[in-house]
């Protein structure tokens, strides 16, 4: 079990693209991973799945994550966490999903919440630090108080620290944590590990070859030779 800090992860994301991975492909397989863990779960097929957004890449993660989910046939509601989507890949993100997803702001949300069979915490990253936004923590309050759901975290608790598993306020606590390229310090040390009930690790998303059927996309235990862009972790 290999775990980088949040700079070798953009190093390595770095080698992904240079090796001819777009961003868009890395957000698409990202967002597949977290749908398919769904999937994997559960037949999603008229359940409520509510996911929280932030307006950066692991929010644009999170609208991939809506589409997919929609299309297999979940009632999704995506929650803008900090508004409208701010990076350019993110916007794409939102762009493509399309109708027949529901799209609120946080401070509507409560009812959804209370109500939904499955949450996906999609609103801080990697490079989070720092304390949660105050206006968040009612919210996320209400998550972990909806024990029938399955709660998800896109890559990373929102909350917890990347490099030092610091958690200086509220952070969504995850039955299943979808993480991309490698483990992250914060699901070994504490206090944000315990905000990580499993954590599992998925290379997908540097993974650069032909599409793959969604269902594909489950594998995240993926026993292959990664070329070049994994060959780099051994320069790290």
Same mark, same amino acid.
């Given at each position: 079990?290999?775990?980088?800090?949040?700079?070798?992860?953009?190093?390595?994301? =770095?080698?992904?693209?240079? =090796?001819?991975?777009?961003?868009?492909?890395?957000?698409?397989?990202?967002?597949?991973?977290?749908?398919?863990?769904?999937?994997?779960?559960?037949?999603?097929?008229?359940?409520?799945?509510?996911?929280?957004?932030?307006? #950066?890449?692991?929010?644009?993660?999170?609208?991939?994550?809506?589409?997919?989910?929609?299309?297999?046939?979940?009632?999704?509601?995506?929650?803008?966490?900090?508004?409208?989507?701010?990076?350019?890949?993110?916007?794409?993100?939102?762009?493509?999903?399309?109708?027949?997803?529901?799209?609120?702001?946080?401070?509507?949300?409560?009812?959804?919440?209370?109500?939904?069979?499955?949450?996906?915490?999609?609103?801080?990253?990697? =490079?989070?630090?720092?304390?949660?936004?105050?206006?968040?923590?009612?919210?996320?309050?209400?998550?972990?108080?909806?024990?029938?759901?399955?709660?998800?975290?896109?890559?990373?608790?929102? #909350?917890?620290?990347?490099?030092?598993?610091?958690?200086?306020?509220?952070?969504?606590?995850?039955?299943?944590?979808?993480?991309?390229?490698?483990?992250?310090?914060?699901?070994?040390?504490?206090?944000?590990?315990?905000?990580?009930?499993?954590?599992?690790?998925?290379?997908?998303?540097?993974?650069?070859?032909?599409?793959?059927?969604?269902?594909?996309?489950?594998?995240?235990?993926?026993?292959?030779?990664?070329?070049?862009?994994?060959?780099?972790?051994?320069?790290?």
């Amino acid at each position: 079990m290999r775990v980088l800090t949040a700079a070798e992860i953009r190093g390595l994301e =770095s080698c992904a693209v240079e =090796s001819g991975v777009s961003m868009e492909t890395l957000m698409e397989n990202a967002g597949a991973a977290v749908a398919a863990a769904v999937t994997e779960k559960m037949d999603v097929t008229g359940k409520k799945t509510v996911i929280l957004c932030g307006k #950066g890449n692991n929010g644009g993660d999170g609208f991939v994550a809506a589409r997919l989910l929609a299309a297999e046939g979940a009632k999704v509601t995506v929650v803008l966490m900090q508004g409208a989507p701010a990076s350019d890949l993110a916007k794409q993100a939102y762009d493509k999903m399309g109708r027949g997803i529901e799209i609120i702001m946080y401070r509507t949300a409560g009812g959804a919440v209370d109500a939904a069979d499955v949450i996906i915490d999609a609103v801080f990253g990697f =490079s989070f630090h720092g304390r949660l936004p105050s206006v968040m923590e009612p919210l996320f309050a209400r998550a972990a108080e909806n024990k029938k759901a399955f709660h998800i975290s896109v890559d990373i608790p929102s #909350g917890a620290v990347c490099d030092t598993g610091a958690v200086e306020g509220a952070c969504f606590k995850a039955d299943l944590t979808v993480t991309f390229t490698a483990m992250k310090p914060a699901g070994v040390v504490y206090p944000a590990a315990g905000f990580l009930r499993y954590y599992r690790e998925n290379r997908l998303v540097l993974i650069n070859r032909d599409p793959t059927p969604f269902d594909d996309r489950a594998d995240l235990v993926f026993h292959e030779s990664l070329g070049k862009v994994l060959g780099a972790l051994e320069n790290l």
